[in-house]
């Protein structure tokens, strides 16, 4: 099993920054790709941007193309996002996911799941 702790969310005005992490534990060796997704209030779960555990792909949502980076510290076993020039839009709860493949960017490959973050931005 892996667990999955996010942190980092907050209130924030419209174009300002901030950076989610995501520490695991666990058996971290089964985890391809981490992940993270979001959920908005009246709205499903989106993918936002994954990165291959071993490697450097990256894959990001085009509606966070340019403004938001994937990193990792392997030694902290920690996932980031980065998350630049914010908009009201973003507003959702974040959800860092750990993922069974590389190259599928649905929730059904990720069978492990952080709590959540709220991130909200104001207008």
């Known amino acids: 099993q892996v667990q999955l702790v996010e942190s980092g969310g907050g209130l924030v005005q419209a174009g300002d920054s901030l950076r989610l992490s995501c520490a695991a534990s666990?058996?971290?060796?089964?985890?391809?790709?981490m992940a993270w997704f979001r959920q908005a209030p009246g709205k499903e779960r989106e993918f936002v941007a994954a990165?291959?555990?071993?490697?450097?792909?990256?894959y990001y949502a085009d509606s966070v193309k340019g403004r938001f980076t994937i990193s990792r510290d392997n030694a902290k076993n920690t996932v980031y996002l980065q998350m630049n020039s914010l908009k009201p839009e973003d507003t959702a709860v974040y959800y860092c996911a750990a993922g069974i493949s590389w190259g599928n960017y649905t929730p059904k490959n990720y069978p492990y799941w952080g709590q959540g973050t709220q991130v909200t931005v104001s207008s």
């Open positions: 990165l291959r555990w071993i490697g450097t792909s990256t």
């Open positions: 666990g058996r971290t060796f089964s985890a391809y790709a």
